[in-house]
Each structure stands twice: as C-alpha cells, then as structure tokens.
C-alpha cells in the first residue's frame, strides 16, 4: 500500500531567524567597545592602575618636597634677618640707628638660625594613612581635571580641521581622525580591572629620604640607641585594642601595634622607637619602664599569639648600653633568605690571623672572625648544623698561608668533603690520641722556643713556622684518654697557636667529661636545650636574651634553623645576644676547593718545632708504670711518635724525604716486607711477625726479644706497632702493614 505524502507545513513567522544586518552587527560591537572604553575610563579615574607602593613612594616624596620647602623658606628668612641686623649696624656706626634695635634684630637672626638648625635636623618620617589617601585623591583629581580639560579643547581643534577641509586641505582632518581611531582602539580593547590591592606597605620598601636606622645623634656625633621616638604608652588612643602585626603599615601603626599587646600582656613596655621595615619582618627599639627587657622573653609566646606570628617570631634582644631597652624583631619570613654566600678563597690568600666572614646576623651583619689564639666550643643537637659550622670554620683556615689543619672525629665523617685540604684526618681512638699527645708535647716545646727565638709572650706565625688548628667533631664520643689531652692542649695551646675547635651535641659537663663549657674564649651555641643555653653562656644568659634553645634542628625534610647560633668572644666584637645564621657550603663546591689547596701544597711543622719536643716531659698519665723489679706493669696508654710516623698511623702522605740507608734498621723492614709477601698477607702481629722473621733469618733474628724489635723498627722510622683490625679472633691485635713499610723503602 502506497504511503500517502504529507503535505508541506507552512513555517509561523516565529520560527523564522533573520541575519543581522552589517549595520546591526557594527552597533553591537560599538557598543561593547564602549563599554570597554567606560570601564577603562572610570578604571582609570579611580586610579586603579595606580600600584600601592608607587602611592607611598609619591606622598614620601610629596612629604619629603615641602620638608624641603620649609628649610628653603626658613634659609630665606635667616638671610633676610642677616641683612637687616647688617644694615642696622652700619646704621648704628654712622650715629643714624639704636643699639636696642641691633640687639633685637640679633636675637631674631639667633631665633630664626634655631628654627632652621630644627628643621634640618627633623627626619621626615613614613606617610601616614591619611597622607597616602591624600595623594592618591590628589591624583584622582588631576586626572579628572585632565579628562574635562582634553575635552574642551578638542572641540576647537575639531573645528579648525573641519574648516581647512572645506578649503581644500584635509591634511589636519586626516591627522585627527587617523588620532582618534587609534587612540578609539587602544582604550575599547576587552578591559579586566586589577581591583583593589591591600593597603600594605611591600617588603623593603624604604622611603628614600629616610636613614638606614633611626637614631638621633648626640651634638659630638655619637648614636642614640632609640633616640627616635615613634610612640609612646600616653600618645595611645582611647579604647584601642590590640591587633596583628599585618595591620600595621606604617611606623606609627607598628608602634601602635606593639605598645597595645604589651599592655594586655602585662609586658613593661612605654616607649617604641627607631621602626624599621625589612623584607622578613619589622624591627624597633623598645624601651621598659619598670625592670629589664627579660619581661619581653618570659611574655614572648603570648605575644607571638597578639601579633599572630608563628613560633620564634618574637625576638628580642635586650641592649647592653641601654638596659631598660631592646631590639625588638618581628619576624614574619625568613631573616636571613637576602644572606650574601660566602666569597670565593684562594688557596693561601688568607693568613690565620685575618678575619673571615662565616655568616649572617639577624640584622644582616656579617660575622666575621679569626681562630688564630682562639680556643673555640660549638653546641648544637642533632640536627643542629654543627658540622656545617665545622666546615665553614675549615672552609677559612684551610685557605691560609701559614696554618696546618687537623680533623678529629672519633664517630662521625668530621670536615668531610674538605679533606684534601686537611693535613691529618683521625678517626679511631688510637689515632686520635697519638695526635692530641703530638700537640700537647710541640706546645710545651714550643714555649720554651719562644723567647730563643726572639718571638716574645706569643708565637710569631708564618708560613715556615705555622700555627695548627685542631677541628674536634663529637668530643663527648671521644676517649677519657682523649678528653684529658684536650683538656691539657686547651690551657696551654693559645699562645703557641696550636688551638682546637670542639664541636658537642650538649654543653653541660655530663657530655664534656668536664666543665669546659665556659673556659673557652670562644663559644657558639644552636639549636639545644635550655640548660645547654645556661651551661655555655652563664646561668642568667637566658634572661639576657641567649635564646639558642628557641631554634628548631633540622629534621630530614626541613632544615629549619640548622646553623643558626648566638655566639660570645669573637675577637673585636661585643658580646651580644644576636642571632646569626652560618653560611652553608655545596659539597661539591668545599671539594673543588679542597682539591685546589691539595694541589697549592699543604704545610708540615717547623723543625725548630719538632727539634723542641725532644726536651720536653710527658704528662705522667701517659708514662708505662713499673713494678718494684721495673718490670712493666702497665704499658704506655699512647707513645709519642715523630711526625712522619703520626702520619702514616693516620693514612697521611708523609712528607717526601730520601730511602732509609743501608744498615740493621732497612734490613729489618725489607726482611718484614718479605716474609709478609711470602705468606701473601698484608698485615702481621708484632709476635708472629717476629716469629716469621727468626725462621726466616735465625742468625739475625733468633736470639731478639719483642721489645728489642719494636726498638729497631722504631729507628727505621716504621713507628710503634698499630691496631691491624680483626684478625681470626681478635679483634684488634696490634703490628704492622706491609705497604706502610714498604714505603719507608
């Protein structure tokens, strides 16, 4: 069946969708780009491109410009009342004027010398709120004035292009449209407004006119600490309350700020002066009226909650040329993120006496200083950065001329990627032991070279005669052996320049092995505990403003405040409560520079130095003990050994000298070496050693006892016998290697 068509239904008006014309398509666009052009506009009269510190920076300079006025005024005036008193004096000489009219004229010139002498003294402080808003108004209407102004006079222009094109010169007429077409379609482009920025004055941000600090001056020219005042309790407005420290912008409203939290804290604080603005925070002086700034510290906490600051942010450090006043640090980044690094050192650019810098303090002064005399302690926790700071001390004295460094660390990697540049590396008890008693003998030795040499009351150093400086990492994991040898080279070492650096994860005598802690010249504390604080720096060193305890060790993730310290007795610097952060070197770089000083040439002992030791006693406690029949009862706990043999029980590269000479001695080593290459071993025990020996020689070597072959190899320059490491059972048995005496050879 054949299906029926349907006819066609006829489509209602309604469904029908007409083109828009070109006409209606260029209106719609007009009016769009007006829009465009409106908002622009209007964006522009508010101002809104106007960024916020080029607003503070105009009313600085705006402020700065009529302070300038002022003294130019003021100058003018003083000018004018010189050249009346000037002329009424001429007039008095000529019997024309008075007396009494040259004296007041002279007291005017004198009021009106005071007025400029203040002027000019004044310090222009920041804007104020109200000053930026003028200027910004003040903009505002000028560009108003701007917009009405080009208005009116387009109309004439206008005018006169349309009348020249009706007398056949178009020129003006091409120029104005062609204008206004490009000007239409700069300002119709899609418009986005920036909205309205926060009032905030940007980080670092210092209004030129303004002095690095604020500090008045006393008429000889010394600083006044505080000396500008911002604000004081009495100037504080009615029924304030405190707010956080984001809400000030201005020295006023910090001073505000801080002066409202102290009083709801119950914290002493009267006056806040000399405000400054870093890119990490704010900084002023804060003065107490009652007691000392220690009420700041105890109340920090509660204020760091006022100032909604994270923990640490409030740091204050109490002043000791003024002690009813503090630096008060308002910490809200990182102080030390601008820290300069540390300048590149040449292998012996330096010589041990100069100071280097190592660091940064919170205020972003350098910390610079020199070890030469200088024994030193460095506590820090696990985590605390103590072998950083190691390394940026190495980092220096490695670079000098005339100084030969030692590596002591009986747990740890000690100086680690410097250790081409360090002379002597000692790990084992053993090792470090032999290396404290060395430098213990050469210290007594070298006082009594002193006065042969014509040095006086201190070792003259130089690259022939050079100082020594002894890095000690983990001293509390060290020996009681080794603690009582550095205890004895701290008191006798300064003035030989033989000096040590000990680092420990604790200050208190329960880690020293003895109370140490406060018999250094030098000592520097990070992260710890409390009582750490009070054992380095002195039981009241926490209500001083020591505040080492309140920093954060690294953990694996974050460094936090590893190599951040409060130091005392850097030579030419007061002792003061300043936190400094110690700058941190790239391994690799510490070991290209490690390499460099290697290649430079590294330094050994002066002879005059070694020749000294000869006639010098050992302390009792490392001399054998005898029985009635003097037989040996207790063997030396450590022996003094030559340089070269301290050297090689180190794994150092002796110092380059001729072949042993023929005699009892070499032939002694080269029957030592034999025998070990004939059983293919490396090392042997003294006993089997010698056992081998007398099968191996029995005319030479039968009838000798132990003690008499360690005689002989002594004279041979092969040293006492050394700890071998396990070998079958024993753990550590005492002999020799064979590639250490093969070396002699």
């Given at each position: 069946?054949a299906?029926?068509a349907?006819?066609?239904?006829?489509?209602?008006?309604?469904?029908?969708?007409?083109?828009?014309t070109?006409?209606?398509?260029?209106?719609?666009?007009?009016?769009v780009?007006?829009?465009h052009?409106?908002?622009?506009?209007?964006?522009w009269l508010?101002?809104?491109?106007?960024?916020?510190?080029?607003?503070?920076?105009?009313?600085?300079?705006?402020?700065?410009?009529?302070?300038?006025?002022?003294?130019?005024?003021?100058?003018?005036?003083?000018?004018?009342?010189?050249?009346?008193?000037?002329?009424?004096?001429l007039?008095?000489?000529?019997?024309?004027?008075?007396?009494?009219?040259?004296?007041?004229?002279g007291?005017?010139?004198?009021?009106?010398?005071?007025?400029?002498?203040?002027?000019?003294?004044?310090?222009?402080m920041?804007?104020?709120?109200?000053?930026?808003?003028?200027?910004?108004?003040?903009?505002?209407?000028?560009?108003?004035?701007?917009?009405?102004?080009?208005?009116?006079?387009?109309v004439?222009?206008?005018?006169?292009?349309i009348?020249?094109?009706?007398?056949?010169?178009?020129?003006?007429?091409?120029?104005?449209?062609?204008?206004?077409?490009?000007?239409?379609?700069?300002?119709?482009?899609?418009?986005?407004?920036?909205?309205?920025?926060?009032?905030?004055?940007?980080?670092?941000?210092?209004?030129?006119?303004?002095?690095?600090?604020?500090?008045?001056?006393?008429?000889?020219?010394?600083?006044?600490?505080?000396?500008n005042?911002?604000m004081?309790?009495?100037?504080?407005?009615?029924?304030?309350?405190?707010?956080?420290?984001?809400?000030?912008?201005?020295?006023?409203?910090?001073?505000?700020?801080?002066l409202?939290?102290?009083?709801?804290?119950g914290?002493?604080?009267?006056?806040?002066?000399?405000?400054?603005?870093?890119?990490?925070?704010?900084?002023?002086?804060?003065?107490?009226?009652d007691?000392?700034?220690?009420?700041?510290?105890?109340?920090?906490?509660?204020?760091?909650?006022?100032?909604?600051?994270?923990?640490?942010?409030?740091?204050?450090?109490?002043?000791?040329?003024?002690?009813?006043?503090?630096?008060?640090?308002?910490?809200?980044?990182?102080?030390?993120?601008?820290a300069p690094?540390?300048?590149?050192?040449?292998?012996?650019?330096?010589s041990?006496?100069?100071?280097?810098?190592i660091?940064?303090?919170?205020?972003?002064?350098?910390?610079?200083?020199?070890?030469?005399g200088v024994?030193?302690?460095?506590?820090?926790?696990?985590?605390?950065?103590?072998?950083g700071?190691?390394?940026?001390?190495?980092?220096?004295?490695?670079?000098?001329?005339?100084?030969?460094?030692?590596?002591?660390?009986?747990?740890?990697?000690?100086?680690?990627?410097?250790?081409?540049?360090?002379?002597?590396?000692?790990?084992?008890?053993?090792?470090?032991?032999?290396?404290?008693?060395?430098?213990?003998?050469?210290?007594?030795?070298?006082?009594?070279?002193?006065?042969?040499?014509?040095?006086?009351?201190?070792?003259?150093?130089?690259?022939?005669?050079?100082?020594?400086?002894i890095?000690?990492?983990?001293?509390?994991?060290?020996?009681?052996l080794?603690?009582?040898?550095?205890?004895?080279?701290?008191l006798v070492?300064?003035?030989?320049?033989?000096?040590?650096?000990?680092?420990?994860?604790?200050?208190?005598?329960s880690?020293?092995?003895?109370?140490?802690?406060?018999?250094?010249?030098?000592?520097?504390?990070?992260?710890?505990?409390?009582?750490?604080?009070?054992?380095v720096?002195?039981?009241g060193?926490?209500?001083?403003?020591?505040?080492?305890?309140?920093?954060?060790?690294?953990?694996?993730?974050?460094?936090?405040?590893?190599?951040?310290?409060?130091?005392?007795?850097?030579?030419?610097?007061?002792?003061?409560?300043?936190?400094?952060?110690?700058?941190?070197?790239?391994?690799?770089?510490?070991?290209?520079?490690?390499q460099?000083?290697?290649?430079?040439?590294?330094?050994?002992?002066?002879?005059?130095?070694?020749?000294?030791?000869?006639?010098?006693d050992l302390?009792?406690?490392?001399?054998?003990?005898?029985?009635?029949?003097?037989?040996?009862?207790?063997p030396?706990?450590?022996?003094?050994?030559?340089?070269?043999?301290?050297?090689?029980?180190?794994?150092a590269?002796?110092?380059?000298r001729?072949?042993?000479?023929d005699?009892?001695?070499?032939?002694?080593?080269?029957?030592?070496?034999?025998v070990?290459?004939?059983?293919?071993?490396?090392?042997?025990?003294?006993?089997?050693?010698?056992a081998?020996?007398?099968?191996?020689?029995?005319?030479?070597?039968?009838?000798?006892?132990?003690?008499?072959?360690?005689?002989?190899?002594?004279?041979?320059?092969?040293?006492?016998p050394?700890?071998?490491?396990?070998?079958?059972?024993?753990?550590?048995?005492?002999?020799?290697?064979?590639?250490?005496?093969?070396?002699?050879?």
């Amino acid at each position: 069946m054949a299906t029926e068509a349907q006819p066609d239904v006829e489509k209602q008006p309604t469904d029908i969708v007409t083109e828009p014309t070109r006409g209606d398509r260029a209106k719609a666009a007009f009016a769009v780009q007006r829009g465009h052009v409106g908002a622009r506009v209007k964006d522009w009269l508010a101002g809104g491109d106007l960024d916020h510190a080029d607003i503070i920076q105009a009313a600085t300079e705006r402020k700065q410009r009529k302070h300038n006025e002022k003294i130019a005024h003021q100058n003018r005036i003083v000018a004018e009342a010189h050249g009346n008193l000037y002329n009424a004096k001429l007039q008095a000489e000529n019997g024309d004027g008075r007396s009494s009219g040259v004296a007041h004229l002279g007291g005017r010139v004198a009021a009106e010398e005071s007025k400029l002498a203040a002027l000019q003294n004044t310090l222009v402080m920041p804007p104020t709120d109200r000053e930026i808003a003028n200027v910004r108004h003040a903009k505002k209407a000028g560009r108003a004035g701007i917009l009405a102004g080009g208005g009116l006079a387009s109309v004439p222009l206008l005018g006169m292009a349309i009348e020249q094109a009706a007398h056949g010169q178009p020129l003006i007429l091409g120029i104005v449209a062609a204008g206004a077409s490009w000007g239409w379609y700069v300002i119709s482009r899609p418009f986005v407004g920036r909205g309205e920025q926060a009032g905030e004055v940007p980080f670092g941000l210092t209004p030129a006119s303004l002095p690095a600090t604020f500090q008045g001056e006393l008429p000889g020219g010394a600083p006044i600490v505080g000396g500008n005042v911002v604000m004081s309790v009495e100037q504080l407005p009615e029924g304030a309350k405190p707010f956080p420290i984001r809400g000030a912008r201005t020295p006023d409203q910090l001073a505000q700020c801080v002066l409202l939290a102290a009083r709801a804290e119950g914290v002493p604080i009267v006056e806040v002066s000399d405000v400054q603005r870093h890119p990490w925070g704010w900084q002023c002086i804060v003065r107490v009226s009652d007691g000392t700034p220690e009420a700041i510290i105890e109340k920090s906490g509660d204020l760091e909650t006022k100032f909604d600051l994270p923990a640490n942010g409030v740091r204050p450090q109490p002043i000791k040329a003024r002690r009813a006043c503090a630096v008060l640090r308002l910490v809200e980044g990182n102080p030390f993120a601008t820290a300069p690094g540390l300048p590149y050192r040449a292998p012996k650019s330096l010589s041990i006496t100069d100071r280097f810098r190592i660091g940064t303090s919170v205020g972003g002064d350098p910390l610079e200083l020199s070890l030469a005399g200088v024994m030193g302690l460095w506590v820090a926790a696990s985590g605390g950065g103590k072998t950083g700071i190691l390394q940026a001390l190495a980092e220096g004295v490695t670079a000098c001329r005339d100084n030969i460094t030692i590596d002591l660390d009986p747990f740890g990697d000690g100086l680690e990627d410097l250790g081409d540049a360090v002379r002597i590396t000692a790990r084992t008890n053993e090792q470090i032991e032999a290396v404290l008693l060395f430098f213990l003998v050469m210290a007594k030795g070298r006082a009594r070279l002193r006065a042969k040499l014509g040095m006086g009351k201190k070792w003259k150093v130089s690259p022939e005669r050079p100082a020594v400086t002894i890095f000690f990492d983990e001293l509390p994991k060290a020996s009681a052996l080794a603690k009582r040898l550095y205890n004895d080279l701290l008191l006798v070492g300064r003035k030989e320049l033989i000096v040590e650096q000990a680092a420990a994860q604790g200050g208190q005598s329960s880690y020293l092995g003895a109370n140490i802690a406060q018999m250094v010249a030098l000592a520097a504390v990070g992260p710890c505990k409390v009582e750490d604080t009070r054992s380095v720096f002195g039981d009241g060193s926490v209500r001083e403003g020591y505040l080492p305890h309140k920093l954060s060790p690294a953990t694996a993730t974050d460094p936090k405040d590893a190599g951040h310290i409060f130091i005392q007795g850097v030579p030419g610097m007061a002792d003061e409560p300043i936190e400094y952060a110690v700058h941190e070197v790239p391994s690799a770089v510490l070991r290209q520079l490690a390499q460099e000083r290697l290649e430079a040439g590294l330094l050994d002992p002066d002879q005059d130095s070694l020749d000294a030791m000869k006639n010098v006693d050992l302390p009792e406690y490392v001399l054998p003990t005898y029985d009635n029949d003097g037989n040996i009862k207790k063997p030396a706990p450590v022996e003094l050994l030559t340089w070269d043999q301290l050297l090689r029980l180190c794994d150092a590269q002796p110092a380059e000298r001729g072949p042993l000479e023929d005699g009892a001695p070499r032939m002694a080593v080269e029957d030592s070496v034999a025998v070990m290459e004939k059983a293919d071993v490396d090392r042997m025990k003294t006993e089997t050693l010698l056992a081998a020996l007398q099968d191996y020689e029995p005319d030479v070597y039968g009838q000798m006892t132990a003690e008499e072959f360690k005689a002989l190899m002594k004279t041979a320059d092969a040293g006492a016998p050394i700890s071998l490491g396990p070998i079958g059972e024993e753990k550590s048995p005492r002999g020799f290697k064979r590639d250490r005496l093969r070396h002699l050879l």
